[in-house]
Nanobody, 124 residues
Framework: QVQVVESGGGLVQAGGSLRLSCTAS????????MGWFRQAPGKEREGVSC????????YYADSVKGRFTISRDNAKNTLYLQMNSLKPEDTAMYYC?????????????????WGQGTQVTVSS
């Protein structure tokens, strides 16, 4: 059975950095595109950043471009999100998700396997 587990969230001051990690098991990791999504209270879940199965293609939401970097290590079945220059508006539950490589969007509805999320809180 597929398991997706996020880690690395926490409380940080504005301007600080965090690195999220996500490990996936029960699937052939390099057959899957991966993504980071977030959901703040009262808001819809949104795509933050996605990466193709081989790391050759990435997507970033406009709100995080230049501040966040997505990467993956297929040998370790692990996805990362380096978050720099964090802002209070980045506060949300962050989720990792997987979708078969044939799907090239970064829309939450297209992703099939989800983790439980890790909370990121940025104080002003």
């Amino acid at each position: 059975q597929v398991q997706v587990v996020e880690s690395g969230g926490g409380l940080v001051q504005a301007g600080g950095s965090l690195r999220l990690s996500c490990t996936a098991s029960g699937l052939t990791f390099d057959d899957y595109n991966m993504g980071w999504f977030r959901q703040a209270p009262g808001k819809e879940r949104e795509g933050v950043s996605c990466i193709s199965w081989n790391g050759g293609s990435t997507y970033y939401a406009d709100s995080v471009k230049g501040r966040f970097t997505i990467s993956r290590d297929n040998a370790k079945n692990t996805l990362y999100l380096q978050m720099n220059s964090l802002k209070p508006e980045d506060t949300a539950m962050y989720y990792c998700a997987a979708v078969r490589w044939v799907v090239t969007t970064c829309r939450p509805a297209d992703f099939g396997f989800w983790g439980q999320g890790t909370q990121v809180t940025v104080s002003s």
